[in-house]
């Protein structure tokens, strides 16, 4: 079960911090930092990676049978945490500009997090195990039933839009560095 809004906070932090730090680069250089330069890129290149590891990472983790380190939960957070975060940097990196193959995984980017909220909405109102439906008391089975299959139907959503968004965000990539950087 995913307890508190722990990860929502230490995300809400993070974010504050790096935009700390994206103002003094403005306020330094007095212009917008651009994509593909130092700034713009670094932000790019991290939030990538953090976006690569919250598609990655709790499916693993959820799937292994042999191996199993930490508990799902703070895998989920974590999950969160990077799949907010990762984008924040990134929308950063566009440096505010959304044409073409760019612009449209700057689209899915959004919408993927808007998804991953409802779905965290979702998730943290299905009790898991009959002691949760102890707790809850009022849920009836059928309520369950219900709520397990919203899970199910907004799986088939939330996943193929990380699928096209990573296709489209390695076209991107391909393509900025070769006409953006190689050429230059
Ligand atoms: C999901 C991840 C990413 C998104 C949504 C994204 C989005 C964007 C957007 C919207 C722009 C501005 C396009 C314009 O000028 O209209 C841009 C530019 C650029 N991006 Fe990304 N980006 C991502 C990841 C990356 C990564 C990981 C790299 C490098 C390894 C990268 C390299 C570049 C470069 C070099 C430019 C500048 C292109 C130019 O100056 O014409 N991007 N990106
Ligand atoms: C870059 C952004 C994100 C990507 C690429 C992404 C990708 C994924 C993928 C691939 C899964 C399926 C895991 C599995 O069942 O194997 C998943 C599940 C999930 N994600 Fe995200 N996600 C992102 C952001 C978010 C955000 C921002 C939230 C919450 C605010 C979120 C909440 C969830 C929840 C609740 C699940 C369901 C967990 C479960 O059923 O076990 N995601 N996400």
Redesign the pocket.
């Known amino acids: 079960m995913l307890r508190g809004n722990k990860e929502l906070w230490l995300a809400f932090l993070a974010m504050a911090l790096i935009t700390g730090i994206y103002a003094l680069v403005v306020f330094f250089t007095r212009s917008i930092p ?3 330069e130092l700034f713009g ?1 670094g932000v ?2 991290v ?2 990676v953090l ?1 690569m590891m919250t598609e990655t990472l709790y499916s693993l983790r959820k799937r292994s049978r042999t191996v199993q380190w930490g508990r799902m939960s703070t895998w989920l957070q974590f999950h969160i945490f990077t799949g907010i975060v990762g984008p924040y940097m ?1 929308l950063l ?3 505010w ?4 193959i ?2 449209a ?2 689209l899915l ?1 959004i919408i993927i997090v808007v998804s991953g909220f409802i779905g965290r909405y979702v998730f943290t109102r299905i009790p898991r195990t009959m002691d949760g439906l102890e707790i809850e008391g009022t849920l009836s089975q059928e309520a369950l039933k219900q709520a397990r299959r919203l899970l199910a139907l907004w799986h088939t959503v939330h996943i193929p839009i990380g699928i096209a ?1 990573f296709i489209s ?1 390695f076209v ?2 391909g393509a ?2 070769y ?3 190689l050429l230059k």
């Open positions: 651009p994509a593909g890129h790019g290149i939030g990538f976006m990134v990196h566009t440096s500009k959304f044409n073409g760019a612009g995984t700057t980017t968004l965000a991107h990539i900025a560095l006409y953006a950087t």
